[in-house]
Every structure is written in C-alpha cells, then in structure tokens.
C-alpha cells in the first residue's frame, strides 16, 4: 500500500497494476558466451513492458552453488547499459536492465541524450519517465522469477530509478542509491541556475514552452524523491553526489528504514569501494577486494 | 598502488614497421572525402548566452557524422576554438558551458554513437573489439578519422580564429585528444587529456577486469588463437606510438586508482608525448574520473585561458568531468 498524497498514490498504483498484469508474459533467456567469464555465465533476459514494449537486460550467475542474492542494477541517464562489473559478478544473480530508448532496448525508441528528461512532457500520462520505472519494476519481476536467485534478499542499486523502483515494491531488502539525481530539487535546476545537462534539459523546456509549464511542473512533481522516500522500506545507502546535506538529511529522514548517509568525497575509488563493502554487508555476502588487480 | 612503481611501468606496445605509411594513407583516404559540414540551429538547446547547432560532416568512407557546435552569442571575433572528444559510451557532451567561457565549441559524436551510427553500430560493448583482426577494417579506423575531421570542422569555421585551437576530453577523450593533437601537431595550440584511454591496449587488458578493455579479455577468451593477430592489429592503433609527435603545451591527468585505463599506462603515455611543455597530474585515491572531485576542472580551465585567451560571456558553471 503506497503512502503519499491521492494524485501520487492514484498514478503510480495505476502503473504499478500495468506492471503486474504483465507477470505471466513470456521471457526468453539465451546464452551469452562473449560475454561469460571463469566467474559468472552471462545470459541475456529479452521480455515485454507495458505497452507490449520489447525490453533487454543482461543477466549475469555465478559459476558456484545457488541460490544468489538477486542484484538489480538499475540502469542511468545514458544510451549505454553497461555489462555488470567484475566484482560483482561472483557473489550476486546480478540484472542489468535497458530500458526502452535505451540500446538494445530501442527496437521501437530511441531515447534522445539530451531530450529524454523532457520527453512526453507536460502530460503525466505520456512522460516518457513513468515508463521507464514502470521498464524497471517489470525487470525486478522477472529477476525474482529466475531460478537461482533467493527471492527473500532482493538488492536494488542505481540513482533515480533504483530509488523510485525500491519505493513502489515492498520487496526489496536493500537498496544502493549512488551516483546523481536528476530529480533531486530539481526547481533548483529550472531556476536557470546551471548550464550543466541533463538537468538544463528543464530549463531548455521551460524557455521553449512557458505556457506549458506549470503542467509539467505537476507531472515532475510525481517524481519528487522526497515523495518516493516514505515508501521505502528497504535498509538504505545513500550516497548520492551533488546533494546537499539539506536534501540529504530531509530524504534520509523520510525514508521508512534503516539509513545510511555516505556523501562522496574527493576520493572516488575509496568512496566505490565503501559503497560496495555496504553492499556486501547489508546483503550478507562477502567483501570483495574490490576492482584492482593485484600488481 | 604506489606512484613510483607506476611511473617505472614500461609498455610493451611496439610501433609497426609501417605505422606512418599506413596513418598517412588512412588521412589521405579521409581528406579526399569532402567535409561537406553542415549547421542547423537548434532554439531548443540555445539559451541567452549561447547559440547552439546540430552540426553533420562527412568522415572516412563518406560516413555522415554528427556533433553539437556551441559559440557564444554575442562574441568578439575572432573566437577560440576548442574541440571536445567523448568517452566510450558517454553521448557528446552539449557544450553551452564552454561557450559562455568564451570558447567556439565543437562537441563530436564520432561514428557508433547516436545520431552517427546509421551505417556503422557495433555497440557498446562492442566497439573495441569490432573487426579486431583486421588492421584495414578495425572499427577505430573511421572513428580515429572521425575526430581528426572534427577538429578540421571546428578549424575552418570562420568565426574562429585558428592560431586558438584547443583539444579536450577524459577517457576515450583523452585517447582522441592525443590523437588529434598528434595528427594536427601543426595547428593544436593546447591540449587536455584526462585518464587516457586506448593507450597501451593489450597491457591494459591484463591490469584490469573492468570494461571496455574486458571486451579484449572475452574476446581472447573465445578466440585464443588470434593473440598475435590482435596484439598486431591494436600496436597500430595504440595512442601510444602517436605521442611523439605532439607538439602542444598538454596537460595529463590520472586517478592513482583508476581501474578502467590503468594509471601506469597514463603515465607511460605521458612519457612518450614529445611536447617539451608537459605537465602530468596525479590524483591519489581517485579511480576513472581522475581528480575531477579534486578540482582537476579548475587547473583545465585555467590551462585553456592562460593559451587560448578567451572571453567569457556570462558566469559559468564550470569544470571538465572525464567521461567513459
């Protein structure tokens, strides 16, 4: 039962029922030799959104015994879905989906860089970012029906999407968030603030579409993050880059769960490895050295 | 990883008996394509600062490319030019930052990345091992070329003045920025080029299991038998054996713990550049975006102001973020 005003619950439980109905499609699982290692056998998952919309991701299982803790990665604000990475791939069943516009998931859209924040909008019926989560929660789906996975320890990681997606699902035992919101205070943005993409991709649509504004400021407003948080119950990383301590603390607070603030630093590589050893903790796995080869 | 054991590092990339002759035959098969450059305004991504264009030429066996080309509105002419180059799988970047620094910018989407990828697209993953065992086919051929005409775009725009001309970009940047500043050494003014990619390919294959350089790992991995043949192929293409050719003040910087382009080959590649006005940056703790976090931007920006001299039009936002 999500938590939040009417008009949130109304629009994302409507998705949510859209998502569900889709539980019985079929999903093709086929092999991925290239892209297997000694580690993991590499499959790729090919099944339908809403919509009927054509959806890829990669699956990657370790090569000992099962069952794994389910990993989905959700995936970023860019054309390219990468495959998982190395020091992922021996502890966790890890998904990494393509949403539609997205490659390998662009059949029938090609998601335009820069153009797909905006995309759809002012109508929240036809922006393109509700179908995007909705991509997402159909691809948790269909992760939990895989048989090697232990349903009961589900990980979600990403930004946006992995926040949103954790939110809508009461499954989801931990969740990863890193990397940048693009909906973080995202009035900030549109108050011409910055010239940095792809959160100038609000401000270029408000300069081209006034009188379309303040219903797209309606449709965004259902992305809030903060109306997100009170929906999330599972134990929760947040760190997030390019939030202030103010939006860090009020979205760590909102959130129904145990949470963790670890706000970047100027040294990435630690900051990676910090966020992976969380991961590893909070899902009961071993710590892996992280992604240096030994010299 | 300790600095004085990476900077020891020696690279095992030879040079090709016939690399000049086969990169003067590439250019010459390139240049005899004409540019046919093209701009379309786009009031969608221009703002009050900056114009913005969608910008189309024609590269290596006639293959359509796009880019973004930004300038500021209001400009005193002549402009200094700067050339960004993307990463492996970032889109180009929009560069209306750049342009209210002062700058006329051109922003490539070399061939495989969205909007040039009609006739050639094999993805990413995908790119690096295209046609790997073919020295005259590999796909970093006509994307090479792709970025060298980029910069001759950018050069013969008439609004910029090409004493100015800048190269800049992180990662797959980085390795492009090397290139061109090698390939154009008679007209690149200053360069910036950020954790290198592309540099020591093989080596880099063998320090790090994380992608793109995994996509040689799985390819040996299935095909064993053709070592030689890659390695063959990628010494011809290795940013390495272009660098001495580089003239330009050039600044490099790399993440001591960088697990996508190892730093030991940065600093191979920087050893090997033949600018005598070189400055290296080293950031510890940091992995693939290469001090950016550190302030790295900063130094950029003043690199390219203290050679290029521009004239920003509005305040700006500021610094380079490395892209992959």
Known sequence: MLIGERHFVDFWQSTLDEVIALRSAPVRRARIPLRSNELST??????????????????????????FTPLFQAPGYGSVVAVPAWERRNRFAVMALCHRGQRLSDDDYKAAYPGLLTDGLPDQD?????????????????????????????????????????????????????????????????????????????NDYRRLNPEKWEEAERTLGLFDPMKFAPNITANTLLAVSGLSDVSSATIADAINAEVTVLSPTEYSALDHLAQEDWLAEACGEPKHPGPFLPR | MNKSNLSNYRSSVVKPHDFQEFWRQTLEATERVDLNPRLT???????????????????????????????????????????????????PKLPTDLARDGYAVFSAAPRNKLRSNRVFNPGYPGLLTHNIESRSTYGYRGFYMDAVRAFDFLAQMPEVDERRLGVLGGSQGGALTLLVSSLRNNVVAAASAGAPYLCSMMDSASLTRTYPYEEINDYLRLNPESESTVRDTLNLYDIHNFVDQIKCPIIVNVGLKDDVCPPETGFAVFEAIGSENKQMYTYKDCGHESGAGQGHGKVITEFFAKHLSPNPVGSSAGGFVPEI
């Open chain 1, 42 to 67: 590499a499959w790729g998952l090919s099944f339908t959104g809403i919509g009927d919309y054509p959806l890829f991701a990669y699956y990657l299982v370790p090569k000992v015994s099962a069952p």
């Open chain 1, 126 to 202: 036809t922006y393109r970012w509700r179908e995007m989560v909705a991509d997402c929660l159909r691809g948790i789906d269909v992760l939990l029906d895989q048989p090697e996975i232990n349903s009961g320890n589900l990980a979600i990681s990403g930004s946006d999407l992995a926040f949103q997606s954790a939110a809508l699902r009461n499954d989801v035992e931990v969740l990863l968030t890193s990397g940048q919101f693009v909906f973080d205070d995202w009035e900030r943005y549109s108050a011409s603030t910055t010239d940095v993409y792809p959160q100038q991709e609000f």
């Open chain 2, 41 to 91: 305004l786009d009031p969608m991504r221009s703002n009050y600062h900056v114009e913005v264009f969608e910008a189309v030429y024609r590269s290596y066996e006639s293959v359509e490319i796009a880019g973004w080309y930004a300038r500021p509105r209001n400009h005193p002419d002549p402009l200094p030019g700067l050339l960004f180059v993307p990463g492996y799988v970032s889109e």
